[in-house]
């Protein structure tokens, strides 16, 4: 059992960060919230949600499992207006999902998650990490398109460095400790991502946000944030891209 009314635009933030690494997904649901763990279907890129009860404007579940196609979802969610409240229920005896959205009602079918697996969350201690402004991150990410198909990460006691460098060109974005919301980098790490999926995460993170990033030498990138008043707790993990000798 599961019936919920959420912010249209708590909605929307949400399953754009999950959309961005994957279309299907299952929805954990206690009477406590909502989880999710998921990794994109190349093994790159691996993401893990906690919606709290408190995200919704109403929320009353049982335990269960839930899944939904986003890309009906999006097309839900593209009804709705700034501020709308959108209802949601289970209704598990007919395999549906239904929304409804002021006199609008909208039914779906359930995806079924036999066949999908909970992902375990590597425990990574990683020894880096710096707190910024997600729009920081976009403005470097801006700078670095067309230039070549990775981006460095670069974090050291006093600044961050997000750079990219190409054939012909390359570009830099170096944030000073007194640019960035807390930093704390015992000695300089330095690893290599692909710059598609960084840049899509990034994208896909509502303006606004503070993002800590946590990083080690050719070690996953880890981006921790939070939506809905700090009621949503997202983690993403990038896989790095090796230099070879």
């Known amino acids: ?85 959108i209802a949601m229920e289970q209704d598990d005896s007919k395999g549906r999902f239904i929304f409804r959205i002021g006199n609008i009602t909208r039914s779906m079918n359930l995806v079924d998650t036999s066949s999908m697996s909970d992902p375990k969350v590597p425990q990574l201690s990683l020894t880096a990490n710096a707190e910024m402004l997600v729009d920081q991150l976009q403005r470097g990410i801006r700078a670095a398109e067309s230039i070549s198909d990775h981006i460095s990460l670069r974090a050291h006691p006093q600044f961050f460095e997000l750079s990219c460098e190409g054939d012909t060109d390359d570009s830099s974005l170096k944030l000073e400790g007194s640019e960035l919301e807390s930093i704390d980098v015992p000695s300089e790490v330095h690893s290599l991502f692909p710059l598609d999926y960084f840049s899509n995460i990034v994208r896909a993170i509502p303006a606004g946000t503070k993002v ?5 030498s050719d070690f996953p990138v880890k981006l921790v944030f939070s939506l ?18």
């Open 228 to 245: 809905a008043n700090g009621e949503a707790n997202v983690m993403y993990l990038l896989a790095p891209r090796i230099e070879s000798d």
């Open 212 to 216: 800590r990033i946590e990083l080690d």
């Open 1 to 85: 059992m599961f019936k919920a009314e959420i912010k249209s635009e708590t909605l929307k933030g949400l399953v754009n960060i999950i959309s961005t690494l994957i279309d299907e997904v299952k929805f954990t649901i206690t009477p406590e919230g909502m989880t999710l763990k998921a990794v994109d279907p190349a093994h790159v890129a691996m993401i893990e949600l906690n919606i709290g009860a408190k995200a919704f404007e109403s929320y009353s579940a049982g335990n269960t499992e839930i899944g939904l196609d986003l890309d009906k979802v999006k097309t839900v969610i593209k009804l709705a207006g700034p501020g709308d409240i």
